[in-house]
């Protein structure tokens, strides 16, 4: 069994999904999730929930796959009015529970960055992420004096194409893309 360290807060805190409505008369819950997988949340222990500004931590008793929902039974939740209390309540993990990723990036590292093309042109900052589903796109904040009058840039994040270099430290962003589009 692994050791698992206690947090009263989460480092970091990153949302990885939501509780849902009850589920039966004995405390179960749904979770909606935002990882890839959806059975992957529950790989992050320990769960955090914001309640009256206070961190919360949140231990799971039990989960499964109840027709195309996933349900949850949490400890200390044995009815469907404590569950209830719980519905709509993001699920938070510290950032330091998240694994090291080898020529992969997280959202969260990749806000803030600044983007310039591979001719210097300086795109802005991003700001938001967004799935296509054929790959992720990189919402850029443009800055306020941009020559070509863009307040906002999509672009898509396909590495190698149009994404030539990821410096975090820097937090900078190399890509290929014509400043005017």
């Known amino acids: 069994m692994s050791e698992q360290k206690t947090f009263k807060e989460p480092v970091e805190p990153i949302v990885m999904g939501k509780l849902g409505s009850p589920y039966g008369i004995r405390g179960w819950l749904r ?20 309640r009256h500004g206070q961190w919360e931590s949140i231990e799971i008793e039990t989960w499964k796959h109840h027709n195309q929902d996933i349900i949850v039974k949490l400890k200390g939740i044995d009815d469907r009015d404590a569950a209830n209390i719980l519905t709509n309540f993001e699920i938070v993990v510290s950032a330091t529970q998240l694994p090291d990723l080898d020529g992969e990036y997280y959202w969260k590292d990749l806000m803030g960055c600044q983007v310039e093309t591979d001719k210097g042109y300086d795109l802005g900052v991003v700001n938001d992420m967004m799935e296509t589903g054929s790959n992720d796109v990189m919402v850029i904040k443009a800055n306020l004096k941009d020559a070509f009058g863009v307040r906002e840039r999509l672009v898509p994040f396909l590495d190698g194409q149009v994404i030539k270099k990821v410096d975090l430290s820097a937090k900078k962003i190399i890509v290929d893309w014509d400043p005017g589009f």
């Open 31 to 50: 979770v909606f999730s935002s990882t890839e997988h959806a059975e992957n949340i529950f790989e992050y222990q320990p769960w955090f929930i914001q």
